[in-house]
């Protein structure tokens, strides 16, 4: 399974997999795109996620329902 990120502004962006390991923890600038690959399910959490754009397995995942303050915390199935 793979997850995508592209960030239009500074972002924050941790990904955990199935396993519970940290695949990407870091502050994203804007012309720095992701991809990590790993098991599923995936915890995500981000900061600014407004900023973010972000795809599971090739299909766009709207975190606009996610977002409380400016942080999104969704898992990926």
């Given at each position: 399974?793979?997850?995508?990120?592209?960030?239009?502004?500074?972002?924050?962006?941790?990904?955990?997999?199935?396993?519970?390991?940290?695949?990407?923890?870091?502050?994203?600038?804007?012309?720095?795109?992701?991809?990590?690959?790993?098991?599923?399910?995936?915890?995500?959490?981000?900061?600014?996620?407004?900023?973010?754009?972000?795809?599971?397995?090739?299909?766009?995942?709207?975190?606009?329902d996610k977002i409380k303050g400016t942080t999104a915390k969704i898992q990926l199935k």
């Amino acid at each position: 399974d793979k997850v995508s990120i592209n960030v239009k502004d500074a972002a924050w962006v941790s990904v955990q997999d199935a396993d519970g390991r940290r695949l990407i923890y870091k502050v994203m600038q804007p012309g720095d795109p992701a991809e990590v690959v790993g098991t599923a399910p995936f915890k995500v959490v981000i900061g600014n996620a407004s900023q973010v754009e972000l795809s599971y397995n090739g299909k766009p995942v709207d975190l606009a329902d996610k977002i409380k303050g400016t942080t999104a915390k969704i898992q990926l199935k």
